[in-house]
């Protein structure tokens, strides 16, 4: 073959070889045909400017009149009108600024009053989906010897606080000493101005103001500026020295603020409903709804329900690993991670996958790309560089390749065992305990595990999760055991698989499954648990059939289930978070006795500590609304996710997809009729017909866990002791009639506040 011949060649087949990359189109932040800005401000759906561009309740206002424009929410007879800074779609909040609502000057010691009125759309009588962040804002007061109370509609004190000023010796002056400092400003709260937490999700507020002091004395001047405000979190620290007249301000540096110009923060959510304490509950329909219902219309997005006792709805957020709008049809696009490689670390050969991506060593080399210096190069990826190189590329490999089968199965070898050692080394750095005997009792060669699954054969596969596939296999003691493999080679699911080995090789407890051993000779480890016979809760709660698991082994799966996590929680030297309960996690022996699995998400907490904060990882209908929005995970995210789960025994319904006719949610819906006593509505019939008054009870326990603020749920270890009492009552006080157990259970239900 002459060189010209194969210089054509190569010529004619190199578009071929190149990869056709689509175009990337920008991802659309509105309505076609509406304005998405206003002066610096982007303006994403569900906001818009102008008619038919916004969803109800979001409709913004573009003020021309200034330069540049601003954008504006609210201003109608229901409504304050601010001036909006920034929207942020994937936190669901509006970052808007205002004037201090109270600039009080009056030398008496009278009250006033004020009102923080109604974050609405403008329509009387009706709430828009705003509310003040909680997280975000701070309810503040500058001035000296005041007193300021932050009142809630119809219910009366919910904060308050007081600031006063020391008089300077010697002198007819108030001042503040830290002011003079200037470099002191801001760190004594009560001294010149003082701040407090507002409270969660109140929608309007009263302001009651009142001097502590008579001001007409004529030995004492009034230096400052009392002004009443609530504010972003870190504002008054900034300004609070501007405040005092006659601190030396001479030697503080910055801009003078603008006092008209307050920054808060607003959450929002869509289908918002809301009640104060008027006794009446909240309607209209304001959780998940379908895919057609529901203003979440990207393919790539998720809902989630957002309740608190005043405010709730539901935002929408795009999937991990897309980005951009979730409330138009094509707002979420897959990130493009191989693009942002400070973010997603790839030190090889990185390819985009839709959600994701994979990263692979460059050819000539192997190992884990992910980590830097972690592909080593081979001889053979050399030889085959050559071959490529020259007119004769065919030939060459597959000559190469005839000659280099034996040294390539050695070199298999070779990686197994760097793989071993490498994995092995991380695992032993993970465990908080160091366990000596792990590399000798729990090792499993790749020989016996491929034996055992027969080569990973399609029909051994017992199922999967967000984690790994699961295969049954037979080891060669005759043992049958669940393996679990990684479905993508990726350091995310390598961190999860040794996380799981690291937690579940120091518990032992009869309803927590067994690790027996794992395979750490191929690239992301191979797990190797005791084999459960019986399947899922899920599978046992959701056949297709009209009987499904027994009231009575109901309550003593929810009562195993507890154990587990209390033990999880209280019983153990680092106190350990599972973060993914939900029925599909939940196996069943031939007793249909309970082994809690899947740790792959679970996380360690210091025992002095009471959360970590983390990114969110969990299931959709089961996952911690609290711990959604905030990132904060806490024993209490994996209560709530009990509480769900006690939801599912009762009802027999999948948290995840259940939509009621009026549009609620499992939760929503069991907790909204709950104290109107018609639990009848959603419960399993068989749970009906099989069940005493310890069903009331045991739904009780539920509502407690699903609570919107973590404080409020029980521990698990509470959550243990209850199911444990009302077991007992089931099977020792047969003797008391039906009538008399289910009168108890609603005395406790209004005891708790429930009914």
């Known amino acids: ?186 760190r004594c709260s009560g001294n010149g101005f003082c701040q407090a937490k507002i409270p969660r999700y109140f929608p309007s507020y009263d302001v009651e103001l009142q001097r502590l002091v008579d001001w007409s004395h004529d030995y004492v001047d009034q230096v400052t500026q009392n002004l009443v405000l609530i504010a972003k979190v870190g504002w008054v620290e900034k300004v609070w020295c501007w405040m005092v007249r ?260 120091q518990v032992n407890h009869r309803n927590i499954v067994k690790l027996l051993g794992c395979c750490l000779e191929t690239e992301a480890p191979l797990l190797v648990y005791e084999f459960i016979s019986n399947g899922t809760l899920y599978k046992h709660l959701h056949v297709e059939a009209p009987r499904s698991i027994s009231w009575k082994d109901r309550l003593r799966i929810a009562l195993e289930i507890a154990r587990a996590l209390a033990y999880l929680h209280s019983f153990i030297s680092t106190p350990i978070i599972h973060r993914d309960i939900k029925s599909p996690n939940i196996l069943l022996d031939d007793n249909l006795i309970v082994k809690l699995s899947d740790f792959g998400a679970s996380r360690y907490v210091p025992i002095d500590q009471e959360g970590i904060h983390t990114s969110i990882q969990g299931t959709l209908g089961y996952l911690d609304p609290m711990y959604y929005r905030t990132g904060h995970l806490t024993e209490k995210s994996d209560v709530y996710s009990y509480g769900v789960l006690l939801i599912e025994l009762l009802t027999r319904m999948k948290p995840v997809s259940y939509i009621s006719p009026q549009g609620f949610g499992l939760i929503n819906h069991f907790t909204s009729l709950l104290p109107r006593g018609n639990l009848d509505e959603i419960l399993d019939p068989q749970v009906a017909k099989e069940g005493d008054g310890e069903v009331v009870d045991v739904a009780l326990l539920a509502a407690m866990c699903v609570k919107s603020i973590g404080e409020e749920r029980p521990t698990m270890r509470q959550v243990e002791m209850t199911l444990e009492s009302i077991q007992a009552s089931k099977e020792f006080n047969s003797d008391v009639t039906d009538d008399d157990v289910s009168s108890e259970g609603w005395i406790r239900g209004k005891e708790l506040g429930f009914i």
């Open 1 to 186: 073959m002459s060189w010209s011949l194969v210089l054509l060649l190569l010529v004619a087949i190199a578009p071929l070889l190149v990869p056709q990359v689509p175009v990337a189109t920008a991802a659309p932040i509105g309505i076609p045909g509406c304005n998405t800005r206003c002066g610096h401000v982007d303006v994403p759906y569900p906001f818009g400017v102008g008619a038919n561009c916004s969803a109800l309740g979001f409709n913004l206002t573009c003020d021309g009149a200034h330069n540049p424009p601003r954008l504006l929410l609210g201003g109608g007879s229901a409504a304050p009108q601010l001036h909006v800074t920034r929207i942020n779609l994937e936190k669901s909040t509006v970052h808007v600024s205002n004037a201090a609502i109270l600039n009080h000057t009056s030398n008496s010691t009278s009250k006033t009053n004020t009102t923080w009125i109604i974050l609405g759309d403008g329509t009387a009588g009706r709430p828009g989906p705003f509310v003040l962040s909680y997280q975000h804002n701070r309810f503040i007061v500058l001035g000296c010897n005041l007193q300021a109370k932050l009142l809630a509609t119809n219910t009366g004190l919910l904060t308050g606080c007081s600031s006063f000023c020391t008089l300077q010796k010697g002198t007819r002056h108030a001042r503040v000493w830290e002011a003079i400092e200037g470099k002191h400003c801001g």
């Open 246 to 505: 006659g601190a030396n301000v001479s030697t503080l540096t910055g801009k003078k603020p603008d006092l008209s110009v307050v920054p808060m923060v607003l959450e929002f959510v869509m289908n918002s409903t809301y009640s104060v304490h008027t006794g009446k509950t909240m309607d209209g329909t304001s959780s998940c709804a379908t895919q057609a219902e529901s203003a979440c219309k990207s393919v790539n997005s998720s809902c989630i329900d957002i309740t608190t006792p005043y405010h709730k709805g539901y935002v929408c957020l795009c999937l991990t690993g897309y980005k951009g709008n979730p409330y138009l049809v094509d707002g979420c696009q897959d990130i493009d991670e191989c693009k942002h490689l400070d973010r997603y670390p790839c030190y090889g050969e990185c390819t985009n996958r839709p959600g994701t991506y994979e990263c692979r060593c460059p050819r000539g080399s192997h190992g884990n790309a992910s980590v830097m210096y972690g592909c080593v190069k081979s001889s053979t990826g050399q030889i085959i560089g050559l071959g490529a190189g020259s007119g004769v590329t065919v030939l060459v490999l597959a000559l190469t390749t005839i000659l280099l089968v034996h040294k390539i199965r050695g070199r298999k070898k070779k990686l197994r065992q760097r793989f071993f050692k490498q994995n092995r080394g991380q695992l032993l750095q993970q465990l908080v305990r160091q366990r000596g005997d792990i590399g000798e009792r729990m090792i499993i060669t790749l020989e016996e595990v491929e034996k055992a699954t027969n080569n990973f054969d399609k029909s051994r596969e017992l199922g999967g999760g967000g984690h790994g596939t699961v295969y049954m296999g037979i080891l060669s003691s005759q043992h049958v055991v669940a393996i679990k493999k990684a479905k993508i080679v990726i350091q995310k699911e390598i961190n999860e698989f040794i996380n799981e080995v690291a937690i579940l090789s």
